[in-house]
């Protein structure tokens, strides 16, 4: 009797597990992992220290003579338009530049314009320019120098035509 009694006890124990047992399993397949999508460049200026001497280098900039206009909504697809969102709109304006420059294959955009406007309750931000390239870096010589502090000096114009052609203009 003793023997029956307890093999009850122990098969009553087993039975009310196993809805615990089932219910755990349930749990586990409801919980999800969560995966996150990260890119990010940089680039740094080269600090000067008094271990080494840096030689002055300089560029030519290759402007386009073709306007751009790209208008960038994915960077900002998943950003809801709300007050502390409006707070960081430079930190949005300079990712749209950067997508642009990265589109037109360009290490900058001269004569930028930057338009943000909301749509569907998400930012839409249009940036025009003209695409620009860095070419030519070489060693300045005296000539290069004095010339950046002469066009320093100088009040300098850069305009469009109505032909989009880009004119800059120098006045001493």
């Given at each position: 009797m003793r023997k029956l009694f307890l093999f009850a006890t122990t098969?009553?124990?087993l039975s009310s597990c196993a809805p615990m047992v089932q219910?755990?399993?349930t749990h586990q397949v409801a919980v999800q992992e969560t995966i996150l999508d990260y890119s990010e460049s940089s680039a740094h200026l080269l600090d000067a220290s008094n271990n080494f001497l840096v030689l002055p280098i300089i560029a030519n900039l290759e402007v386009s003579n073709k306007?751009?206009?790209h208008v960038e909504k994915d960077a900002f697809a998943e950003v809801k338009v709300n007050r502390s969102t409006i707070a960081n709109i430079a930190e949005y304006k300079?990712?749209?530049?950067?997508?642009?420059?990265?589109?037109?294959?360009?290490?900058?955009i001269v004569n930028t314009d930057v338009d943000?406007?909301?749509?569907?309750?998400?930012?839409?931000?249009t940036v025009t320019g003209y695409p620009a390239n860095y070419k030519n870096f070489r060693n300045?010589?005296?000539?290069?120098?004095?010339?950046v502090k002469e066009a320093n000096e100088a009040q300098v114009s850069v305009f469009t035509t109505v032909d989009d052609t880009v004119k800059v203009e120098v006045n001493k």
């Amino acid at each position: 009797m003793r023997k029956l009694f307890l093999f009850a006890t122990t098969i009553g124990m087993l039975s009310s597990c196993a809805p615990m047992v089932q219910e755990m399993q349930t749990h586990q397949v409801a919980v999800q992992e969560t995966i996150l999508d990260y890119s990010e460049s940089s680039a740094h200026l080269l600090d000067a220290s008094n271990n080494f001497l840096v030689l002055p280098i300089i560029a030519n900039l290759e402007v386009s003579n073709k306007k751009i206009i790209h208008v960038e909504k994915d960077a900002f697809a998943e950003v809801k338009v709300n007050r502390s969102t409006i707070a960081n709109i430079a930190e949005y304006k300079r990712t749209a530049i950067g997508r642009a420059a990265l589109a037109y294959n360009a290490d900058v955009i001269v004569n930028t314009d930057v338009d943000v406007k909301t749509e569907d309750g998400r930012f839409v931000i249009t940036v025009t320019g003209y695409p620009a390239n860095y070419k030519n870096f070489r060693n300045a010589t005296t000539k290069d120098i004095d010339l950046v502090k002469e066009a320093n000096e100088a009040q300098v114009s850069v305009f469009t035509t109505v032909d989009d052609t880009v004119k800059v203009e120098v006045n001493k």
